[in-house]
């Protein structure tokens, strides 16, 4: 069965053909990056309007990559939430069309958990025995939008666990890279100078956050908040102008470095503290140590996962816990549409197709 997927929920235009929910025939992903650079984030509207110019093109370069052309395809899967309200709208438009036009199924998936699916695919040649075998999982998506953990029954059944509650993990590197006065990306760029040989993780007592004794929430902005003031000094108070006395310049490369590996350690202490706790939660309360009936793999998906201390530390917690740790290739890391048509088989298999109705959502669901 050959499905064309759909993706457009934040800045990346992009399509894909799957066969069987597993088998990429083609991924084409245009991403946005240099129209939105010299704002320093995503601009919705600029977004939207890139992705109404470029769905088509893209749409045809995933078909003529697969060699295939519409009249082959059995159905069409958009990712229609979370996402930008204007840019999941372009997608959705695209795909209903389309739908309606071939008279074939159209299926709508959730962005969150087309990542998590693709970690439990691998590389897109793994056997349906093997994915099946990956559940049930503990699910970890960490990316520039979202951070969020979820207990994966199945690819097509899954609970959300909780998440942050202010910004996610790969907003606050891209921040704290700004206030180091790092080139964006921030997240590599921190990356990078975190495993400089002589950084020191240590050099600044950054706060992990805990939340709640059973939380498996995360927060962000006060760790945030908390480089911005080792680097610029408190503020000054506002009857005397507000504002900071020193800002990135005034910093030594080794003290910069020593900085950004200190954030990086507390960040990813975060992931893993919940992670743990995640697992704990899930494990079967008549045998405790038995961690894996309920957890057999850990999915993780979202751009921060090309991180390498965090990829280190999800590895080690793998191997110290008895579960399998799954983390897709880069291409399938990102946001990508492969991912939505692969997991769209097993949705379609398991609920059946959506309605031509199908809103757009920009909020993240169970
Ligand atoms: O999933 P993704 O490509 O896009 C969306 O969020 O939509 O994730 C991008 C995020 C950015 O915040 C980027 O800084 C971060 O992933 N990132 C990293 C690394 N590579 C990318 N963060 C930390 N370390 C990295 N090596
Ligand atoms: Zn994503």
Redesign the pocket.
């Known amino acids: 069965m050959l499905i064309l997927g759909i993706e457009t ?4 235009t992009a399509a894909a053909i799957v066969s069987d929910g597993r088998r990429i025939l083609s991924n084409i992903v245009a991403s946005q990056f240099d129209l939105h650079a010299e704002y320093g984030g995503v601009v919705p509207e600029i977004a939207s309007r890139a992705h109404a110019e470029r769905i088509r093109p893209i749409i045809d370069a995933a078909l003529s990559h697969a060699g295939i052309s519409y009249a082959d395809l059995h159905a069409v899967a958009v990712g229609h939430r979370p996402g930008l309200i204007g840019s999941l709208l372009v997608g959705l438009a695209a795909a209903k069309a389309l739908a309606w036009s071939l008279s074939v199924p159209l299926v709508g998936v959730d962005h969150l958990h087309a ?1 998590l699916y693709a970690a439990a695919m691998g590389d897109g040649s793994d056997d349906a025995p093997t994915i099946a075998a990956r559940y049930p999982a503990l699910g970890l998506v ?5 951070t969020a953990i979820y207990h994966c029954i199945t690819p097509t059944h899954t609970h959300r666990l909780g998440g942050t509650i202010d910004d ?4 606050a ?2 921040k704290v ?1 700004t206030i180091l006065g790092l080139p964006h ?4 760029a ?2 990078t100078l975190a495993a400089e040989p002589d950084a020191d993780d240590h050099a600044f007592d950054f706060p992990v956050s805990r939340l709640q004794r059973e939380s498996l929430d995360l927060s962000y902005s006060g760790l945030k908040t908390a480089v911005l003031y080792a680097v610029r000094g408190n503020p000054r108070p506002r009857e005397l102008g507000g504002g900071f006395d020193r800002d990135h310049a005034d910093l030594s490369h080794a003290r910069k470095r020593d900085l950004a590996a200190s954030f ?1 350690r507390a960040a990813c202490r975060a992931i893993i503290i919940k992670l743990e706790r995640a697992i704990d939660h899930l494990a079967p309360h008549d045998n405790q140590a038995d961690t894996t009936r309920n957890v057999r793999s850990l999915l993780v998906g ?3 996962s ?3 201390r ?1 990829r280190r530390e999800i590895t080690a917690l793998g191997r110290a816990r008895g579960i399998n740790v799954h983390m897709p290739p880069m291409p399938l ?3 990508n549409a492969a991912m939505i048509a692969a997991l769209a088989h097993h949705q379609l298999a398991a609920h059946g197709p959506s309605d031509l109705s199908l809103a757009a959502v920009p909020t993240t669901g169970a």
């Open positions: 929920s934040c800045d990346e990542h960490v990316s520039g939008g979202h996610a993990i790969g907003e590197f891209d890279a990306p921030g997240g590599p921190i990356d990086q979202g751009g921060v090309a991180n390498s965090l890391c990102v946001d």
